[in-house]
């Protein structure tokens, strides 16, 4: 039987509980050893089983008690996904994750983006009616100028008018 095994530590910001335990688990972080084992003569990643053991803390009352809470990855995923969006939208914490990529990055300073624009866009925030007037009239008359080069890769190859 083939057996991977990776430990970890899981940081959860409130306390949070988990499916099957009727214990509130407090804040802090916890050792988290995953253990992925194949059945014998099992080849397909599909017939795989996981298993979680989130080492608890000691209680008070029993302070040398050490204890090991076997739950599913996708109970403890989902525990940790809510620790996540506690005091948080959606779309903040996408946002956050999105602007530590550092590929997005590359294609924000290629694309001409700010974060500000992209903080703005996500936000919700909306632009005054002058804001939304004041770049059209100003790009009318640039309009076939910045659109010269993209034209000109798009019909790289094509035949001209003249020939």
Request: charge should be negative.
């Amino acid at each position: 039987m083939n057996e991977l095994v990776r430990k970890s530590i899981a940081v959860f910001a409130q306390p949070f509980s988990l499916p099957g335990f009727d214990e509130t688990l407090p804040a802090g972080e916890y050792d988290i050893e995953t253990e992925l084992c194949s059945p014998p003569d099992e080849l397909h990643p599909e017939a795989w089983k996981t298993s979680v053991a989130v080492r608890l803390h000691s209680r008070a009352s029993h302070p040398g008690l050490a204890r090991t809470l076997t739950v599913s990855l996708a109970d403890l995923d989902d525990a940790l996904a809510k620790d996540k969006l506690t005091g948080k939208d959606l779309a903040e914490i996408f946002l956050e994750e999105m602007l530590a990529d550092p590929m997005v990055r590359l294609v924000m300073e290629a694309d001409g983006v700010s974060e500000m624009q992209l903080r703005q866009l996500y936000s919700g925030g909306r632009a005054s009616q002058t804001d939304k007037e004041a770049p059209d009239a100003a790009s009318a008359g640039k309009l076939p100028q910045e659109n010269t080069p993209i034209q000109a890769a798009e019909n790289e190859g094509m035949p001209t008018q003249g020939e």
